[in-house]
């Protein structure tokens, strides 16, 4: 099983910036893919980014341009960049991974508001 724990979310202002970080442990080597999603209130989950093993990255249109998804090996840890932050990006935002099935952390709460 891959074990996920998300990190970084926060309030922000429109316009700000924010990372979030997302760090596996149990059976890694099985991953072949990580991502977001993201859920606000009242709406269906979205999904947001992802980045494979051969760190291919693929992004939602809604957010194209102005977040990036990384992933740094070492620490078995994905980012997400987020930049150009608007109020609909207010969400609780989930990291995911891919492998023997799909993993799901808890989630950080992203507010952007004034």
């Known amino acids: 099983q891959v074990q996920l724990v998300e990190s970084g979310g926060g309030l922000v202002q429109p316009g700000g910036s924010l990372t979030l970080s997302c760090a596996a442990s149990g059976s890694i080597f099985s991953i072949s893919a990580m991502g977001w999603s993201r859920q606000a209130p009242g709406k269906q989950r979205e999904w947001v980014a992802r980045i494979n093993i051969v ?6 249109d809604s957010v194209k341009g102005r977040f990036t998804i ?5 620490k078995n840890t994905v980012y997400l960049q987020m930049n150009s932050l608007k109020p609909e990006d207010t969400a609780r935002y989930f990291c995911y991974a891919q492998g023997d099935g799909t993993a799901w952390g808890q989630g950080t709460q992203v507010t952007v508001s004034s």
């Open 55 to 60: 760190e291919t990255t693929e992004y939602a």
């Open 70 to 74: 990384s992933r740094d090996t070492a």
